[in-house]
């Protein structure tokens, strides 16, 4: 079964995301291993610059990174219908034994994290919360492996 870590900085503060996050990996245990790995939201960030708190964040997610192939999310990423997305999976599927979905602070992930990704995708064109982003991903994972069983969730 492939194996999916998802990897973000910050604890979620909202019992609704978190419902939607558990609500999802409960229906994706059935396609593939997703594990979800928070990275603690970064000590007296308030006396660091936007560069240094987001240079920080990419020590700490460095740490945990499992998978040879690593996805960057960031809006200034490749922006993908969920057909198509579905299709990236496969490729992925076929290449590796599981990947790494990497979610950036409140700024955003440094520079070093989105030069070593294999694709930097976007979820939308529009800015999201970080956390918010969470329980999209795991939807549109959802989604894609319905897509590439042909299940009805997509139709």
């Known amino acids: 079964m492939y194996h999916i870590n ?3 900085i910050g ?3 909202d019992a609704w995301i978190e419902q939607g996050i558990e609500h999802y990996l409960t229906l994706l245990k059935k396609s593939a291993r997703v594990s979800l790995i ?3 939201d970064i000590k007296n960030s308030k006396n660091l610059s936007t560069e240094e708190l987001k240079k920080e964040e990419a020590r700490q997610l460095q740490k945990s990174l499992k998978s040879g192939y ?3 999310l960031s809006d200034r990423g490749r922006q993908t ?3 198509n997305f579905a299709v990236v999976l496969q490729q992925m599927m076929s290449h590796s034994d599981g990947c790494d979905f990497i979610i950036g602070g409140i700024y955003g992930l440094d520079d070093s994290i989105m030069q070593s990704a294999q694709l930097i995708l976007s979820l ?3 800015t999201m919360s970080h956390r918010l982003i969470r329980p999209v991903l795991l939807e549109q994972l959802y ?5 590439i069983s042909g299940g009805q969730y997509h139709k």
């Open 124 to 126: 939308s064109p529009m």
């Open 6 to 8: 998802i990897i973000a």
């Open 81 to 83: 219908t969920s057909e």
């Open 38 to 40: 928070i990275i603690p």
């Open 143 to 147: 989604r894609a492996f319905s897509i």
């Open 70 to 72: 690593r996805v960057a």
């Open 11 to 13: 604890k979620n503060k």
